[in-house]
């Protein structure tokens, strides 16, 4: 399966994004999909993950501000991000497992990855 990111952007602190991950090549429903982030300097974090029966997971800097969902009809899970804060800038990257039935947060559990989308949040 290929993964293709979109919908980063940089906004204001407070702001929303929603960011897209859509798939091409492979049904997404078969996968377990999470959302990463990478901020300069730093490595790369879990942010949220979904399986395939929809049970969620949510880092802890982001529950309640974070909203990940899966849209099996356009092959897409989303990324709704509200209360954006500066710490939030990162480059988010996508990624799929087919080794998972739940929900992980470590990345090596993830053997499809997408590029990343720059989010930046700055005043």
């Known amino acids: 399966v290929q993964l293709q990111a979109s919908g980063g952007g940089s906004v204001q602190p407070g702001a929303s994004l929603r960011l897209s991950c859509a798939g091409s090549?492979?049904?997404?429903?078969?996968?377990?999909m999470g959302w990463f982030r990478q901020a300069p300097g730093k490595e790369r974090e879990f942010v949220a993950a979904i399986s395939r029966s929809g049970v969620t997971d949510y880092a802890h800097s982001v529950k309640g501000r974070f909203a990940i969902s899966r849209d099996n009809a356009k092959n897409t899970v989303y990324l709704q991000m509200n209360s954006l804060e500066p710490e939030d800038t990162a480059v988010y990257f996508c990624?799929?497992?087919?080794?998972?039935?739940?929900?992980?947060?470590?990345?090596?559990?993830?053997?499809?990855w997408g590029q990343g989308t720059l989010v930046t949040v700055s005043s």
């Open positions: 090549g492979r049904t997404l429903s078969g996968y377990t």
């Open positions: 990624a799929g497992s087919t080794f998972i039935w739940g929900v992980r947060q470590d990345p090596d559990y993830y053997n499809y």
